[in-house]
């Protein structure tokens, strides 16, 4: 085993709410929908019309710029409906489910016998290619590309992010699978980042053809642009790719048993929840289908929901869908009252990084935390409060300013490629000025996007 690779700046938010490592039974929807929104930069071209069956795996739509990049159904069932947003763009693609849990048949072969590029053929037509995203630019991965390395984390550290031990309970074998697929992907090396402390699950410990390191530290060490910036940081020029654990796990299944199967566990937690658990869903999954009777009921009080963590999720409604990319909905006060004399009333139930509430003296308490940022805008001013919550060797302020005056070049000198908005979340969460960091961020990787497209 490694060292120990130590993240010294940071914060853990104390946040009420922790899902208990209780497995509810597999819970069906009559309703899934893939939201091609939740694919950064991904203009969809549909392949199905409305009313036509579908199995798990039938592809649904391709991606514009790339139509080697299918996205396939998670269910079997019939395509019903095309939700469309702003300018027509489409939103969701909605499909009823038969309950049958019918699949297209990949076919299976031994790994030892496939190559590099039957091997990408097979993710490509599963509809599980776009589970792979790359570093620069936090995007799906170009599968024309090549990576130096893969990285993988066995754990999180966001607020009331699920236990990656207790989702991979069971699969262990499927998880090793998949890590021999993504094997043949690199000549580099696949790189599996541990917790010092909190991994204890032989799927992790025990891995093959991996190489393990180890991580204590408070959040954002959970977050793979920080393992990436400390285990081997990105160059000018160089691709990285990473995937999630369960990810790793579903590419295991489609080499096993050559099916894609988009069962997956998520976390119902934060502090509206009534009893935060454990649920076993397939992708796509309505809200409604088991959240909907553990909710709490307060007068005054709106929920918010949140596919995702509290800091980088995405808001949806109460008859939202899990997006893709998400192992956990988080529900928060939405936080739309307002204070009667805000933060000058000394109060120790608001929390604080700095000493403006008595929270400080309490670090024990966890909080039910909402949206209110507590007054508006402000100047965006030196303060070097940033470089306290984000452990990567860049100056995050001045990153910011560079993105905000589009300046191209020190947008390359200050280190964009190695950085994903959830890199700045934590940033934003303690930003006095109240600059939304993540879609300033996002904005600049989209235009170093298209200067080198």
Same mark, same amino acid.
């Given at each position: 085993?490694?060292?120990?690779?130590?993240?010294?700046?940071?914060?853990?938010?104390?946040?009420?709410?922790?899902?208990?490592?209780?497995?509810?039974?597999?819970?069906?929807?009559?309703?899934?929908?893939?939201?091609?929104?939740?694919?950064?930069?991904?203009?969809?071209?549909?392949?199905?019309?409305?009313?036509?069956? &579908?199995?798990? %795996? $039938?592809?649904?739509?391709?991606?514009?710029?790339? @139509?080697?990049? /299918?996205?396939?159904?998670?269910? =079997? #069932?019939?395509?019903?409906?095309?939700?469309?947003?702003?300018?027509?763009?489409?939103?969701?693609?909605?499909?009823?489910?038969?309950?049958?849990?019918?699949? &297209?048949?990949? %076919? $299976?072969?031994?790994?030892?016998?496939?190559?590099? @590029?039957?091997? /990408?053929?097979?993710?490509?037509? =599963? #509809?599980?290619?776009?589970?792979?995203?790359?570093?620069?630019?936090?995007?799906?991965?170009?599968?024309?590309?090549?990576?130096?390395?893969?990285?993988?984390?066995?754990?999180?550290?966001?607020?009331?992010?699920?236990?990656?031990?207790?989702?991979?309970?069971?699969?262990?074998?499927?998880?090793?699978?998949?890590?021999?697929?993504?094997?043949?992907?690199?000549?580099?090396?696949?790189?599996?980042?541990?917790?010092?402390?909190?991994?204890?699950?032989?799927?992790?410990?025990?891995?093959?053809?991996?190489?393990?390191?180890?991580?204590?530290?408070?959040?954002?060490?959970?977050?793979?642009?920080?393992?990436?910036?400390?285990?081997?940081?990105?160059?000018?020029?160089?691709?990285?790719?990473?995937?999630?654990?369960?990810?790793?796990?579903?590419?295991?299944?489609?080499?096993?048993?050559?099916?894609?199967?988009?069962?997956?566990?998520?976390?119902?937690?934060?502090?509206?929840?009534?009893?935060?658990?454990?649920?076993?869903?397939?992708?796509?999954?309505?809200?409604?289908?088991?959240?909907?009777?553990?909710?709490?009921?307060?007068?005054?009080?709106?929920?918010?929901?949140?596919?995702?963590?509290?800091?980088?999720?995405?808001?949806?409604?109460?008859?939202?869908?899990?997006?893709?990319?998400?192992?956990?909905?988080?529900?928060?006060?939405?936080?739309?009252?307002?204070?009667?004399?805000?933060?000058?009333?000394?109060?120790?139930?608001?929390?604080?990084?700095?000493?403006?509430?008595?929270?400080?003296?309490?670090?024990?308490?966890?909080?039910?935390?909402?949206?209110?940022?507590?007054?508006?805008?402000?100047?965006?001013?030196?303060?070097?409060?940033?470089?306290?919550?984000?452990?990567?060797?860049?100056?995050?302020?001045?990153?910011?300013?560079?993105?905000?005056?589009?300046?191209?070049?020190?947008?390359?000198?200050?280190?964009?490629?190695?950085?994903?908005?959830?890199?700045?979340?934590?940033?934003?969460?303690?930003?006095?000025?109240?600059?939304?960091?993540?879609?300033?961020?996002?904005?600049?990787?989209?235009?170093?996007?298209?200067?080198?497209?």
């Amino acid at each position: 085993m490694s060292k120990v690779i130590k993240i010294k700046r940071g914060l853990d938010i104390p946040m009420l709410g922790e899902a208990e490592r209780i497995l509810q039974p597999p819970l069906k929807s009559s309703e899934y929908a893939l939201r091609p929104p939740v694919f950064h930069g991904l203009v969809p071209k549909m392949l199905v019309e409305e009313g036509t069956p &579908v199995k798990a %795996g $039938t592809p649904l739509f391709f991606d514009k710029y790339n @139509e080697d990049v /299918l996205y396939t159904s998670p269910v =079997s #069932g019939t395509y019903t409906q095309l939700v469309r947003g702003a300018k027509r763009r489409i939103m969701e693609v909605r499909i009823e489910a038969d309950g049958k849990e019918e699949y &297209v048949n990949f %076919g $299976t072969e031994p790994l030892s016998t496939m190559s590099r @590029e039957q091997i /990408l053929e097979k993710l490509l037509k =599963s #509809g599980l290619w776009p589970a792979i995203h790359k570093r620069p630019f936090a995007i799906v991965a170009n599968p024309a590309e090549k990576p130096r390395d893969i990285f993988i984390s066995a754990f999180k550290s966001a607020p009331l992010s699920p236990d990656l031990d207790f989702v991979v309970n069971g699969r262990e074998a499927e998880f090793q699978a998949g890590l021999d697929v993504l094997a043949k992907l690199t000549d580099g090396d696949v790189h599996l980042s541990m917790h010092a402390t909190q991994n204890t699950s032989r799927a992790f410990k025990e891995a093959r053809g991996v190489k393990l390191h180890q991580f204590i530290g408070p959040h954002p060490s959970g977050n793979i642009g920080v393992q990436i910036h400390h285990i081997k940081p990105l160059n000018k020029g160089e691709v990285v790719w990473h995937v999630d654990v369960q990810d790793v796990i579903s590419m295991g299944i489609l080499f096993e048993k050559g099916i894609y199967d988009a069962h997956k566990v998520v976390a119902l937690a934060g502090p509206e929840v009534l009893n935060p658990r454990y649920y076993k869903i397939i992708n796509g999954a309505k809200l409604s289908s088991f959240a909907e009777n553990n909710i709490r009921v307060k007068k005054d009080v709106n929920p918010r929901f949140i596919s995702g963590d509290a800091l980088t999720g995405e808001k949806i409604g109460r008859d939202g869908y899990v997006g893709y990319y998400d192992d956990m909905v988080t529900v928060i006060p939405e936080g739309d009252h307002p204070e009667l004399l805000g933060w000058l009333i000394p109060t120790p139930d608001k929390h604080s990084v700095s000493r403006t509430f008595f929270s400080f003296l309490m670090p024990w308490k966890k909080y039910s935390l909402n949206t209110n940022i507590r007054s508006g805008e402000r100047p965006f001013v030196i303060t070097g409060l940033y470089e306290k919550y984000l452990p990567m060797d860049i100056m995050p302020m001045q990153l910011i300013k560079s993105v905000m005056i589009n300046d191209i070049d020190m947008m390359e000198k200050l280190g964009i490629y190695e950085v994903a908005p959830e890199d700045f979340a934590l940033c934003e969460y303690v930003c006095p000025s109240k600059i939304e960091m993540q879609t300033i961020l996002r904005d600049g990787l989209d235009v170093m996007i298209k200067e080198f497209a």
